[in-house]
């Protein structure tokens, strides 16, 4: 397993600015968060010349990118889910020019009224069953995050079985799962084995309210984090752990503490 971050520590930042930090506190990888308006330059816009320029400056200094994070989602109408078709298959190419192997994407938030679970499944999974194609000849996979109205791996699980492709597996990001009330065991039966990436971040909550969320250290929160990754290491997971820090800490505090709890509990599992 090795060690990432999210550029939503730092949004201000230039690649070079994260990529030093990466350097500094340990950590493997960066993962570039696109369409947020951050300023590390990695975007669709981003030229073929840009973009050979940002995989070499990577490359020259260690830092992988083991995913690229977009806002694509799918539990859409009929047009808009088109648009974000095609807006993943230009992600995809992205990716696969940086040298990203994984393309996190969304399901999306809840459906509108009248529409039902599965109904909602079933528009993600005809969203993706037609970018799979794309993702196969780029290289990279396809990560559906356990977040919004797919928290639950349970119902994440429904789509990625519905398209039933190689390239399409999973984000996990154990703090939705654990907080839409499922186990580390209860998710661990719907990704196992299909795991390509996975966000880590710390909360507390209620237990009567898991949306009412407030931050913690690493390690001081509820999120299951040495339990799902020894579920991880069962199987072997080699891919990345990315910290998910969006404005919760200053850069300089949470890297260096969130990189120590990371790597403990790597080697306890």
Request: aromatic share 8%; net charge negative; hydrophobic share 40%.
């Amino acid at each position: 397993m090795t060690i990432a971050f999210m550029t939503f520590v730092a949004p201000d930042w230039t690649l070079e600015q994260h990529l030093t930090a990466a350097i500094r506190y340990g950590y493997d990888g960066l993962e570039p968060r696109c369409a947020a308006g951050h300023q590390h330059g990695i975007e669709l816009t981003t030229t073929k010349a840009q973009r050979k320029d940002l995989r070499a400056q990577c490359d020259d200094c260690g830092v992988a990118l083991p995913c690229l994070a977009t806002s694509t989602k799918y539990n859409l109408p009929d047009a808009e889910r088109t648009e974000m078709v095609e807006e993943t298959k230009k992600y995809l190419q992205l990716a696969a020019d940086l040298g990203a192997p994984n393309l996190r994407v969304f399901g999306g938030n809840a459906p509108d009224e009248g529409v039902t679970r599965e109904q909602a499944a079933a528009r993600v999974a005809e969203g993706l069953a037609q970018c799979v194609k794309t993702a196969a000849s780029c290289g990279v996979n396809l990560c559906l995050e356990t977040h919004d109205y797919f928290c639950r791996a349970e119902h994440a699980a429904a789509v990625v079985d519905a398209v039933n492709h190689p390239r399409l597996g999973f984000n996990w990001d154990f703090l939705h799962s654990a907080r839409a009330s499922e186990t580390p065991e209860q998710s661990w039966q719907h990704v196992a084995g299909r795991v390509y990436h996975c966000h880590v971040h710390d909360y507390t909550w209620p237990p009567e309210n898991g949306e009412d969320l407030q931050k913690a250290y690493m390690g001081e929160g509820m999120v299951p984090h040495a339990e799902d990754l020894r579920l991880l290491k069962s199987v072997g997971y080699e891919g990345a752990l990315s910290g998910e820090w969006i404005g919760d800490y200053p850069a300089e505090e949470i890297l260096p503490q969130a990189a120590g709890a990371l790597r403990g509990w790597i080697a306890e599992a």
